[in-house]
């Protein structure tokens, strides 16, 4: 696995033949976050990381594990409810970065009359309407085309943890399985959220339980562990229990 | 020529951080982007960059303001500062310590400091993954002033050279970008033009990889951890990014 990585710099010029080539539907190129497109048809790094490319979606993007969240749309975030204003709650998704707005409106079941109450730093899970570099962020809780929430809304309880953005994006993704969950899971209830900006939301009915499975969960992320490691970790965190 | 030794992502606070030591001189930056900017510092289209650079002793004077305009500007052109409009990229440059013989090298101090400056901030720069256009590699170049001998210049001295060396006649401070632009000069003392373009050329042999090795894969270049020895910066860059990467990729390995 190793092996087979290509490291790139900030303003590598990417070869036309290292690029997935477009088969079938999808003809177009897309390209990721990390990749930049100048005209006519090169296409140079911005950040370094490992060059990832798939074929069948015809994309192209780099990987990097390290700094500030950036938003996207679609992503499933955790906010935190920094103020109320007449429309909209103001929300970070990272500290010291411009407020998102998630409007009032935007939870399941939420009419004029019955809209929420959400104080400060109150969590919500919500995903990012859309995102862009010349406007600030907007949230919303519920699919637009059914109305429903979906999971999304106001989080009650638990403690949240910080994990870096690569962590999150592992436990996000859809065949995702930790083995520190699995096996912690199977002996003792409890609920996890993961938001894409590097916040894991942990509820696991009591304090103990909360603290051991977010402890783990950012041990697994600082140490790396493989599967015995995770184990192993797993042990413990039923033992403490 | 010994390779800097860094740490990327050092500070677990900051979005991006690297600790830097070369020479006897050790720095820590710390990159926090991009946030929020204050309203009289905003730009419409651009992102705004601050750049504070502190002294190991003191707090800072003219001449650390003076470093932090270079640095501004020399960051600002390989930043894509349009990605990211605005917004804030805050960069901090602590100087840890400094070689003991470099204020008696009698050459400007700001100068011998500089590369190791730009270094600094651009490894915090990557470490942050902020959008650059760019790499930066910088490398200062003294001529001595020896009336005997002929006087050939020295290649990123370090300070006990420089005292050895004494009187120096010029000292210069050139940074090229990975596409071997200039982007940064600063020269200092009495030099001819003959003499500023061979210190240009030896600080871009330093600077770029040679055009003969271009694209060489990083599988089977530079397997020697630790102490590396190179002559190239470029190099010397291409290995941090991939000791940051393999650590980031570590988990898909462990077991």
């Known amino acids: 696995m190793a092996s087979a990585l290509t490291v790139v710099l900030p303003g590598d010029v990417v070869a036309q033949d290292a690029l997935p080539t477009g088969t079938g539907k999808k003809k177009t190129l897309t390209l990721g976050p990390g990749l930049r497109h100048i005209p006519p048809n090169t296409v140079t790094t911005t950040v370094a990381g490992t060059l990832v490319t798939d074929n069948r979606k015809n994309a192209a993007l780099v990987e990097y594990n390290s700094g500030r969240y950036t938003p996207f749309a679609g992503d499933l975030v955790i906010a935190t409810v920094n103020g109320s204003a007449a429309e909209n709650f103001n929300c970070l998704l990272t500290p010291e970065t411009p407020p998102a707005a998630l409007p009032h409106l935007a939870f399941e079941g939420a009419t004029k009359k019955t809209r929420p109450q959400l104080p400060p730093n109150s969590l919500v899970y919500c995903r990012v309407a859309s995102a862009g570099k010349d406007q600030p962020p907007e949230l919303t809780c519920v699919d637009p085309s059914t109305g429903k929430g979906e999971g999304l809304g106001p989080l009650k309880g638990g403690m949240l943890f910080k994990i870096s953005l690569g962590m999150a994006r592992r436990l996000l993704a859809p065949k995702s399985e930790l083995a520190l969950l699995d096996v912690v899971g199977a002996k003792v209830g409890f609920e996890i959220t993961v938001g894409r900006n590097g916040l894991v939301h942990v509820d696991g009915g009591n304090v103990r339980t909360t603290l051991a499975v977010g402890r783990g969960i950012q041990e697994v992320d600082q140490k790396a562990l493989g599967e015995s490691g995770q184990r192993k970790l797993a042990a413990d965190v039923l033992k403490s229990l | ?255």
Not at chain 2, 7 to 15: G, I, K, S, V, W
Not at chain 2, 116 to 144: D, K, R
Not at chain 2, 168 to 196: C, M, P, Q
Not at chain 2, 228 to 240: H, I, M
């Open chain 2, 1 to 255: 020529m010994v390779a800097p030794e860094v740490t990327l992502t050092q500070l677990n606070r900051a979005d991006g951080s690297a600790a830097y030591t070369h020479n006897g001189y050790s720095i820590i930056g710390a990159v926090n982007g991009p946030i929020e900017v204050q309203r009289r510092d905003e730009q419409p289209e651009e992102a705004t960059l601050e750049v504070n650079v502190r002294p190991s002793a003191g707090v800072g004077t003219p001449r650390e303001r003076h470093l932090e305009t270079l640095l501004h500007n020399t960051l600002r052109s390989i930043i894509l500062t349009r990605l990211i409009p605005r917004t804030l990229v805050q960069i901090t440059l602590q100087v840890r310590s400094l070689p003991e013989e470099d204020t008696s090298t009698g050459v400007n101090t700001s100068l011998t400091l500089l590369p190791h400056l730009l270094h600094t901030a651009f490894l915090s720069l990557l470490s942050a993954s902020i959008p650059l256009c760019t790499t930066l590699t910088s490398v200062l170049v003294a001529y001595p002033s020896s009336t005997t001998k002929s006087s050939t210049p020295l290649l990123s001295p370090t300070a006990n050279e420089l005292l050895r060396a004494k009187p120096i006649r010029s000292t210069h401070v050139f940074a090229f970008s990975g596409d071997r632009r200039l982007l940064l000069n600063e020269s200092d003392g009495k030099f001819s033009y003959e003499e500023w373009e061979t210190a240009c050329e030896m600080a871009e042999e330093v600077c770029c990889k040679e055009e003969d090795q271009g694209g060489v894969s990083l599988g089977d270049s530079m397997v020697v951890d630790g102490a590396v020895q190179s002559q190239n910066l470029e190099k010397w860059l291409r290995e941090v990014v991939r000791r940051k990467v393999e650590y980031e990729q570590r988990w898909k390995s462990a077991t």
